[in-house]
């Protein structure tokens, strides 16, 4: 299988694999911990396994940013921002939409952190940023994104909203849209 790809027939879960550990995203800070307030810029540019919350995803370009990681007492902190591109449907009108989000990432990392708090935990001389990028892109992941803010909603050419009275006068049902079939087997009652 390849790296990033998905596996899996009809009927079978679909498993995502991760692509390899970039290893930039990697990074020794034994020498920068010698001194309080010593910095050390990283450049992000990472392409990780696909996110997704509903029908909101990542696409398959890469995570850009830049990361400014500082001595501290015990540790390190971690500042800067990294930007990821996403696509999903638009919330009123269901056609796809994409676009690109910024996100500031803002971690302590320390030896021994306290497994109560929202401190990072590491050994104290590396610092793998990875899964701080992956948790911070997974968790800005728009939930309900618009195609732009005036959005009216379905297009009533192609999904015309009749009242109960011209269904029976037509006698017949309109095309359903696809995108809402699922909802047909849901029993409200």
Not at 56 to 82: A, Q
Not at 86 to 110: M, N, S
């Amino acid at each position: 299988m390849a790296s990033g790809g998905t596996s899996g027939g009809a009927g079978e879960a679909q498993v995502e694999t991760w692509p390899s550990r970039p290893p930039h995203l990697i990074v020794n800070v034994t020498d920068l911990r010698k001194r309080l307030g010593q910095r050390r810029e990283v450049a992000i540019e990472a392409t990780l396994a696909r996110q997704q919350v509903l029908d909101t995803h990542t696409v398959r370009t890469p995570v850009r940013g830049e990361i400014m990681v500082e001595s501290i007492e015990r540790g390190v902190s971690l500042h800067g921002h990294v930007s990821f591109d996403w696509e999903g449907d638009c919330r009123r009108c269901l056609e796809p939409v994409r676009g690109t989000t910024e996100i500031e990432i803002d971690e302590i990392c320390q030896v021994h952190a306290p497994p109560d708090a929202d401190i990072v935990d590491f050994d104290g001389e590396k610092i793998d940023l990875l899964p701080l990028i992956r948790d911070a892109v997974g968790l800005s992941l728009p939930l309900a994104p618009l195609c732009r803010e005036d959005c009216p909603g379905p297009d009533p050419d192609r999904y015309p909203a009749l009242t109960e009275d011209e269904l029976e006068e037509a006698d017949q049902a309109p095309a359903p849209d696809p995108r809402w079939a699922a909802l047909d087997g849901l029993d409200l009652n």
